[in-house]
């Protein structure tokens, strides 16, 4: 089985690369390894004996290009040299790099981009921490407008390699090469729009040592959990499979209950109940067959209704309502100690009161999947929350203050749980911004939870299938869709 992907943070990588140092890789060695994984990269761009400008800068990832440059030179290129800088200000393995390369240096800001087959871009990669002006953003601005190709080292000049944010002005890459492991400005937004399909280079850094030194990010992709995927077996019946139950609004606010319950049917609960206000159970009843359907006057109703504990997960906030009542029903699903899944009003009902969700769900699984809207009137008041620029802080600070698992969806959907693990959903698509489709991801979560997959795993995998059912269907998609679409994911996971 393939093992998940890991993703290290700069700070971690740095700790890595000096991890293999101390077991006896000379740090000279892992950047000429790194710069013949560029030369590599290169190659698979532009045929033997093309033009290739590589601007190098200050610091590591200047001596990574140093390296590139010298293998492409050996190898029929034909290489021009922009620096950053002043050469005498080199040091390390860097200053070493730079001696090697036996050509001519000139200035970045002026070297000659538009003669370029590609450009390769050194000049800066994870230790950037401020904004790019004078001389440097020249250079980025004449190559972002030169028309010609760039291959990115490590990452995007520019970018931010922990939030993935754009610091002044980025390089924007057609690809990049990165070693040992992506970054999370690999899979963040806008990073990952910056940085083209990013290759990884393995340069000699054990598996073992990115574990150690990283360990607790992940790219959310199927190696991450289709081992926890429910597979049934021939003697499995649907009381195994666990049961859903998904509270609706009004009369007037019945089709998101239903979504989710559609939902949670798909991904295979092997019962689903859509508890009703009694002015909306004819509403409901008109359009349910498989899924079942009971009377839930309130806080009260939804209390009697746990009392079968045969219902072991809880969809709680799709077009509930925000008010006083939506916050009690949400009290007594907590206090019932099921697997719970709290969306839209459950969270917007909290409006500055996150105070009350402070520890809340340690005693259940529990999946809270708010937008940057819904997270943000939660958490309001609570700078601690929201002031982190890194989409992954803020979703790991809110799992450890709530002890849920929080799933904070956008075009990179980040999910953490309060052990400090995280994930990072990559395969999102734009046509998933269609009203609905959250109440879906909230039915795929409860309903894998109903089988006894854990929140962290339910929710990982929730956000991946209902992307990768999103993006199989493509323009026109609304959210009615991709509960029928489901199936068609499953069988491509567990074939």
């Not at 992907?5 to 000429?32: F, H, K, N």
Request: hydrophobic share 45%.
């Amino acid at each position: 089985m393939t093992a998940p992907e890991l993703v290290l943070t700069p700070s971690e990588m740095r700790q890595a690369d000096l991890e293999a140092i101390t077991r006896g890789i000379p740090g000279i060695e892992l950047m000429r390894r790194a710069g013949r994984a560029v030369a590599d990269s290169a190659e698979k761009l532009v045929s033997g004996g093309g033009r290739i400008v590589i601007v190098a800068g200050p610091g590591q990832n200047g001596g990574d290009g140093f390296v590139a440059a010298a293998v492409l030179v050996e190898r029929g290129y034909r290489v021009s040299l922009g620096f950053l800088g002043t050469l005498n200000r080199l040091t390390g393995d860097a200053a070493e790099a730079a001696r090697d390369w036996m050509g001519e240096v000139g200035p970045a800001e002026d070297a000659p981009f538009q003669e370029a087959d590609l450009i390769i871009d050194a000049l800066f990669g994870t230790g950037l921490s401020r904004n790019l002006d004078g001389a440097a953003r020249h250079a980025v601005d004449r190559m972002n407008g030169s028309g010609c190709p760039i291959l990115a080292v490590d990452l995007p000049s520019g970018i931010d390699g922990d939030t993935g944010e754009v610091r002044g002005i980025a390089v924007k890459a057609a690809s990049t090469v990165t070693f040992a492991a992506r970054k999370p400005c690999h899979l963040l937004m806008p990073g990952r729009a910056f940085s083209g399909p990013v290759e990884v280079a393995d340069i000699g850094i054990g598996r073992e040592i990115l574990a150690a030194k990283g360990g607790s990010l992940f790219a959310n992709n199927p190696a991450l959990w289709l081992h926890v995927l429910p597979k049934p077996g021939l003697s499995s019946h649907k009381y195994e499979r666990g049961h859903t139950l998904v509270a609706s609004g009004g009369a007037t606010r019945t089709g998101a209950a239903r979504l989710a319950a559609r939902a949670a049917l798909r991904i295979g609960s092997g019962l689903v109940t859509v508890a009703s206000p009694p002015e909306a159970i004819g509403v409901n009843a008109a359009h349910l067959t498989a899924i079942m359907l009971k009377g839930c006057d309130g806080p009260e109703g939804l209390h009697a209704i746990l009392q079968d504990t045969r219902l072991n997960a809880l969809v709680l906030g799709p077009a509930l309502g925000v008010h006083a009542g939506t916050r009690a029903m949400v009290a007594v699903a907590v206090q019932a100690r099921r697997s719970l899944v709290l969306d839209a009003d459950a969270l917007t009902s909290f409006e500055g009161l996150a105070s009350e969700f402070h520890g809340a769900f340690r005693h259940a699984p529990t999946v809270l999947t708010p937008h940057d809207g819904e997270f943000n009137r939660l958490f309001k008041g609570h700078p601690d929350m929201i002031d982190p620029e890194s989409k992954i802080e803020k979703a790991r600070r809110a799992a450890a203050y709530t002890g849920a698992v929080v799933l904070l969806k956008g075009a990179d959907t980040v999910i953490a749980a309060p052990d400090g693990r995280a994930a990072i959903n990559e395969n999102g698509t734009p046509y998933l911004a269609t009203a609905g489709s959250g109440d879906t991801l909230c039915g795929l979560i409860a309903g894998l939870m109903a089988q006894n997959v854990s929140a962290f795993e339910a929710a990982c995998a929730g956000a991946w299938i209902h992307a990768e059912a999103g993006a199989s269907f493509g323009p026109g998609l609304i959210a009615e869709d991709l509960a029928e679409l489901v199936p068609g994911v499953l069988r491509g996971l567990l074939k």
